[in-house]
Structure formats: C-alpha cells, structure tokens
C-alpha cells in the first residue's frame, strides 16, 4: 500500500501561483509513475500534470506553460507548481500514485491521496 497526502492548496488571486505537495510513504518502491488530476464543481475529474520514471511529463492543453511537475524521490514527495492560474484552475486537487496504470487510463494509477482545494479568486 502507499499513503500519498497533499499539501499546499489555498485561496489566491488571478494571476498568482501556488505549489502543491504530495508525500508518499508506505511501498514507495512501487511507485514507477505519479500525477496530479483535478476536479472542479460540476465537472469530471481531469489529468492535469503527470511524470513517469526517467522523468518524461505529460500536462493538459490548458495547463501547459503555466504548471511544472517534479519530484525529488529522495523526500519522496511530488510537486505542482502552478503559475498565472486563472479561475478556471478552481478545483479540488488529487496526487496520484502508482506502479502500472490502471485499465481507466495510460496516465491514471491505483493510489489516491485525499485532495486539497485550490480557488483561484478573480
């Protein structure tokens, strides 16, 4: 099992950044891949930024430019940097974590963190 919790969502004005967290402990070594997906209200759930070992990266058209994934394995902790967000950024965050994707998605994994919010205010 892996535990992932995120951290550093907030209220923030239009045009502003934050930098989400997300610590993952239990059997990290079965951890290949991790990913940030989103939901707003009303809405699906949505891939935002994912990384794989050997760190290629994949984002969402609308966030491109504008957010950087990364993570340090040794604090074994995944990051979101997120810049000129805009109100449509407003939504409930997820870490997501894994060792192979799920039958769902090439870019979705087993292991969910709780969320953290993120209001982008105008």
């Known amino acids: 099992q892996v535990q992932l919790v995120e951290s550093g969502g907030g209220l923030v004005q239009a045009g502003g950044s934050l930098r989400l967290s997300c610590a993952a402990s239990?059997?990290?070594?079965?951890?290949?891949?991790m990913a940030w997906y989103r939901r707003a209200p009303g809405k699906q759930r949505e891939l935002v930024a994912a990384?794989?070992?050997?760190?290629?990266?994949k984002y969402a058209d609308s966030v491109k430019g504008r957010f950087t994934i990364s993570r340090d394995n040794a604090k074994n902790t995944l990051y979101l940097q997120m810049n000129s967000l805009k109100p449509e950024d407003t939504a409930v965050y997820y870490c997501?974590?894994?060792?192979?994707?799920?039958?769902?998605?090439?870019?979705?994994?087993?292991?969910w963190g709780q969320g953290t919010q993120v209001t982008v205010s105008s």
């Open positions: 997501n974590a894994g060792g192979r994707p799920t039958p769902s998605s090439r870019y979705e994994y087993d292991y």
């Open positions: 239990g059997n990290i070594f079965s951890i290949n891949a």
């Open positions: 990384i794989r070992s050997g760190e290629s990266t």
